[in-house]
């Protein structure tokens, strides 16, 4: 089974937790991507979408699912994305699609992020996956040294400008044992946007998609 298959059916299981007649939060990435065609079979059914990213909002908007301004939504049910790691605690590295900022401000107005991932993504620790950092360009490379100083190894993602207007410092080398302390830390230098640690808020539901099935892991 290859990975997509695996991915589509996590998207497919993540259509069980949209609630009827509701606005939901969307993500970005690919797996993301197979969520968006689901939804599309019951857009009857929801009152509309809270994209992650413009990619997202554009593909939301071709199948014909209403688009809503999060500054219009005050709380949400639900908010479902993938991610580029998740630890058995739930906290998770994103932003490998250059989306982070968007992904945890939307995230965090839903009451559950529900997390739709297949079984690669699955880690005893985060980290190996280099942590996305969006930076205003103006402060790239003095986040780069603050961050080396932390003892990682920022690479800029050079080409690619987020929807927000800044760049990405990918660092790498980082074996991420306290993320939540570590997510804190890094929004702390001056000149970052946000870091791809979501694990001041991790997600509540993990749908993992295996070879012999979707598994479902819920937060207490
Ligand atoms: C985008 C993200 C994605 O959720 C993450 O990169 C996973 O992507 P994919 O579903 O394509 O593997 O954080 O910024």
Same mark, same amino acid.
Request: with cysteine; glycine share 10%; proline share 4%.
């Given at each position: 089974?290859?990975?997509?298959?695996?991915?589509?059916?996590?998207?497919?299981?993540?259509?069980?937790?949209?609630?009827?007649?509701?606005?939901?939060?969307?993500?970005?990435?690919?797996?993301?991507?197979?969520?968006?065609?689901?939804?599309? =079979?019951?857009?009857?059914?929801?009152?509309?979408?809270?994209?992650?990213?413009?990619?997202?909002?554009?593909?939301?908007?071709?199948?014909?699912?209403?688009?809503?301004?999060?500054?219009?939504?005050?709380?949400?049910?639900?908010?479902?994305?993938? @991610?580029?790691?998740?630890?058995?605690?739930?906290?998770?590295?994103?932003?490998?699609?250059? @989306?982070?900022?968007?992904?945890?401000?939307?995230?965090?107005?839903?009451?559950?992020?529900?997390?739709?991932?297949?079984?690669?993504?699955?880690?005893?620790?985060?980290?190996?996956?280099?942590?996305?950092?969006?930076?205003?360009?103006?402060?790239?490379?003095?986040?780069?040294?603050?961050?080396?100083?932390?003892?990682?190894?920022?690479?800029?993602?050079? =080409?690619?400008?987020?929807?927000?207007?800044?760049?990405?410092?990918?660092?790498?080398?980082?074996?991420?044992?306290?993320?939540?302390?570590?997510?804190?830390?890094?929004?702390?230098?001056?000149?970052?946007?946000?870091? =791809?640690?979501?694990?001041?808020?991790? @997600?509540?539901?993990?749908?993992?998609?295996?070879?012999?099935?979707?598994?479902?892991?819920?937060?207490?």
């Amino acid at each position: 089974m290859n990975q997509d298959t695996l991915k589509q059916s996590v998207a497919q299981a993540a259509l069980a937790y949209v609630p009827e007649g509701e606005i939901i939060g969307v993500g970005t990435g690919s797996t993301a991507n197979f969520f968006i065609d689901g939804l599309a =079979g019951m857009r009857e059914r929801i009152l509309g979408a809270v994209a992650s990213s413009e990619a997202s909002a554009r593909r939301l908007a071709a199948h014909g699912i209403r688009l809503f301004d999060l500054n219009e939504v005050e709380s949400m049910s639900v908010y479902v994305d993938g @991610a580029d790691e998740i630890d058995g605690n739930f906290c998770m590295i994103k932003g490998g699609g250059a @989306a982070l900022t968007r992904e945890k401000i939307v995230s965090t107005v839903a009451r559950r992020f529900v997390c739709i991932a297949d079984v690669s993504k699955k880690v005893p620790v985060l980290g190996k996956f280099p942590l996305p950092v969006e930076v205003i360009p103006l402060a790239r490379a003095q986040v780069a040294r603050a961050l080396s100083a932390l003892g990682g190894r920022p690479v800029w993602r050079e =080409g690619v400008v987020t929807d927000n207007g800044n760049i990405i410092l990918d660092v790498h080398g980082l074996a991420i044992t306290e993320p939540a302390r570590l997510e804190t830390q890094i929004n702390q230098i001056v000149g970052v946007v946000t870091n =791809g640690l979501f694990a001041v808020r991790p @997600a509540e539901v993990l749908l993992l998609g295996t070879p012999d099935g979707v598994q479902v892991f819920e937060r207490d």
